[in-house]
């Protein structure tokens, strides 16, 4: 069955520590893979978006990258800062140009001071 | 820019009653809308996908005639609970998608959390 997995248990880092969480998918062939923020009680925010064709995307103290033999991305946060605490979700498209995406179930990152 | 609008932010209702929840696309066109619920701690579930002037597409186990969605015009797409009941008491977030220069990137409302009583 298709599925798309992030770690469900919250990810908590000390300030200025590199958070990185993992995204998961089986039984998909996406195109891209996108990035979101979403804060308590808020629509998601779109961070980055990486393509099938690219290893690593970067953006500011941001980095994904996308392993499609793996079937994996990995999204970094370095220097992280109590702000960044969020959860953070990935989403892949469900299929070519309908422009839907399937989104995991989120990871909540907890950045102390 | 790319800002997503929805209207109410929040709704309580009693059993049985119709709500309206409002999606607009403030500064773009959005050609594609896509209506999600999100129950406590769990990720988004797509609804449907609707597209200007053409009936929406709804995912499998979605009731369309109890989730009734408009995409009247290229900044508005309504989704209307009818007949509510508390077990669709959930956060209702709309997204869009349109003629910009990362047309695969869906551009998030705030969200309406429904509760019916």
């Known amino acids: 069955s298709q599925k798309i997995e992030q770690n469900s248990e919250a990810l908590n880092i000390q300030e200025g520590k590199t958070a990185t969480l993992t995204c998961n998918y089986t039984?998909?062939?996406?195109?891209?893979l996108q990035w979101y923020r979403q804060d308590p009680g808020r629509g998601p925010v779109f961070l980055l978006l990486?393509?099938?064709?690219?290893k690593e995307k970067r953006k500011e103290r941001l980095k994904v990258t996308f392993d499609t033999t793996l079937k994996q991305s990995l999204f970094h946060i370095t220097a992280s800062q109590p702000a960044d605490s969020a959860t953070y979700l990935c989403?892949?498209?469900?299929?070519?140009?309908?422009?839907?995406?399937?989104f995991g179930q989120g990871t909540t990152l907890q950045v102390k001071p | 820019g790319a800002v997503v609008s929805q209207h109410p932010s929040w709704v309580i209702c009693k059993s049985g009653t119709s709500v309206k929840i409002e999606c607009r696309s403030l500064?773009?066109?959005?050609?594609?809308m896509f209506w999600y619920r999100q129950f406590p701690k769990q990720s988004l579930m797509l609804m449907a996908t609707?597209?200007?002037?053409?009936?929406?597409?709804?995912e499998q186990g979605v009731e369309k005639d109890k989730f009734l969605i408009n995409h009247a015009s290229l900044t508005l797409s309504t989704l209307t609970v009818t007949s509510a009941h508390p077990e669709d008491s959930s956060f209702y977030i709309c997204?869009?998608?349109?003629?910009?220069?990362?047309?695969?990137?869906?551009?998030f409302g705030p969200g309406t959390r429904l509760l019916v009583l």
């Open positions: 990486i393509r099938e064709n690219e």
């Open positions: 609707s597209n200007e002037g053409s009936k929406a597409t709804y």
């Open positions: 997204s869009a998608s349109g003629v910009l220069a990362r047309e695969e990137t869906q551009y």
């Open positions: 039984n998909y062939s996406p195109a891209y």
């Open positions: 989403a892949l498209d469900a299929s070519s140009n309908t422009g839907k995406l399937i």
């Open positions: 500064d773009f066109q959005a050609t594609t």
